[in-house]
Each structure stands twice: as C-alpha cells, then as structure tokens.
C-alpha cells in the first residue's frame, strides 16, 4: 500500500506545496476529479484550521500530515500539537448563509467519508478517510 508523510512549519506559505503533495499522493487512485479537488481542499482547510485554532496563527509550529491507501480507500492523518479544540466547540454554520467564515467543517465532512477528531496528551490528530465504495460513478 502506498505511505506519505511529510512535516512541516505553520506558515500558511507552506499550504500550496501541501496541497501539491497530497494531489500527488491521490494520483493513480480510482476518484473523480471533482473528489480529488474535494478532498485536496478538505486537507488544506484542516491545516488552515490547525494554524488558526492550534497554533493561534504562529508559523513556526509543526505539522505532520500522512497519506496511506487502505484497501477499500485512503486514509489522511493530519497533526498538530497545539492548544485542542473539543469537538462539541467546533461550530460550522448553515452552509447556505451567505456570508464570509465557517464553512470549513462542512467542506471537510463534504469530502471524505469519515472524519475523526483525535485527543492526544499534546494537540490533536484528524483522520480523514475516504472509501472507494463512495466513489460517485
């Protein structure tokens, strides 16, 4: 099974060259282009959120993000060790309002299939999967 990993410092500079990777990664995998995009801009939104939340816009915090392919679909760890925001806190907004912020939990969840908020003794890991079995034909 194809692996990826790759750390990097929170400096939003960084999220072009994170999202090339894991486009690259998602190569070769059996997704629709417009699946492929969805869940590149998920992973990046997570990121965005791990600068903004965790790290409270400091660019100089690490990230770590693995890639792995599962037999039935691919999996995208991404970690921070930053101040945890608890789930029940995490607060998206109706996704029709028309209005600037707060729609970057309901683009994650759009994109992947399970979305999974990991308490760790420093900061917080989430698990993105995306089965093939989803994949819209």
């Known amino acids: 099974m194809k692996r990826k ?9 960084n999220l072009a060259l994170m999202r ?3 486009r690259d990664f998602l190569n070769g995998y059996p997704f629709s282009e417009r699946e492929r995009l969805l869940m590149v801009l998920g992973v990046d939104e997570a990121c965005t959120n791990i ?4 790290y409270r816009l400091r660019d100089d915090q690490l990230i770590a993000l693995s890639m792995e392919g599962l037999r039935r679909g691919v999996r995208v ?5 930053g101040e945890q925001v608890r789930s029940h806190e995490m607060k998206g907004r109706s ?43």
């Open 5 to 13: 990993k790759i750390e990097f410092s929170s400096h939003t500079g």
């Open 20 to 22: 090339d990777c894991v």
């Open 51 to 54: 600068i903004r939340y965790a």
């Open 77 to 81: 760890r991404v970690r921070d060790y």
């Open 95 to 137: 996704h029709d309002l028309i209005k600037p912020g707060g729609l970057g939990l309901y683009l994650i969840r759009s994109a992947f299939d399970e979305v999974d908020y990991l308490l760790k003794r420093h900061g917080t890991e989430v698990v993105l999967t995306k089965n093939f079995d989803a994949v819209e034909s």
